[in-house]
């Protein structure tokens, strides 16, 4: 009798704790962004300055799609915006999220990698010349799971197959770096989302997927 009780009022209390907007177990879907503006500095060409960016991307990402449009070299730097069109779309059209654009760029890499614990992520690096040297664009986008039943079984999978943050820091630092270390420039970060700690593409060159990325569906 006490078990069956016991049974019951388990039951309501799993009822009454999925139920409403604090359905504890139902997971919700998290949008996150980073983005990275570094300036650089070298005497390189620009074809030599592509070929490295191409080089570092290429590191982590399998399916970016590169381009180096014709581009004029102006006083400041251009900058990428979030487009609230997509590119070819019909006028008036509305993209469902904003869409990076990266008008003035003398190159560009596009790339939807599949990530292990990020959705839909959609990633994107500008190549900026100017007087000065040339700035770096970058821009990520995906969204996580959090919460719910599988929270903990996904933070166990993080720390041992890498997080989709993990995964974008080190693919942004390996573009960087990669730059610095082919034309032997001088690169200082400009701005970040979310603040970089210290200056880690300044460190030796990992190998592909390194510690803290998650691994890719290549």
Known sequence: MKSSMMAVAVA???????????????????????????????GAAG???????????????????????????????GRFK????????????????PTPVCEGASWTAKANPRVNGGDNMNMIACLFP??????????AV????????LEWPRRLTGRFMGTPEGWTDKAMNDVIRTIRESTGAEVLLVEAKPEVVGTPWMEASGGVGGSGGAKTSK
């Open 130 to 139: 100017y007087k000065g040297g040339y700035h770096l664009d970058m821009y």
């Open 82 to 97: 979030l487009s609230a069109t997509a590119p070819g779309a019909a006028p008036g059209a509305v993209a469902a999220t």
């Open 142 to 149: 995906f969204s996580k799971k959090e919460g719910g039943w």
């Open 12 to 42: 309501v209390a799993l009822a009454g704790c999925s139920t409403g907007d604090g359905n504890m177990f139902a997971s919700r879907d998290k949008k996150v962004e980073y983005f990275r503006v570094f300036d650089i500095k070298t």
């Open 47 to 77: 074809p030599e300055v592509a070929k490295a960016a191409t080089e570092g991307i290429n590191r982590n990402v399998a399916n970016a799609t590169m381009a180096s449009p014709e581009a004029q070299v102006q006083e400041q730097p």
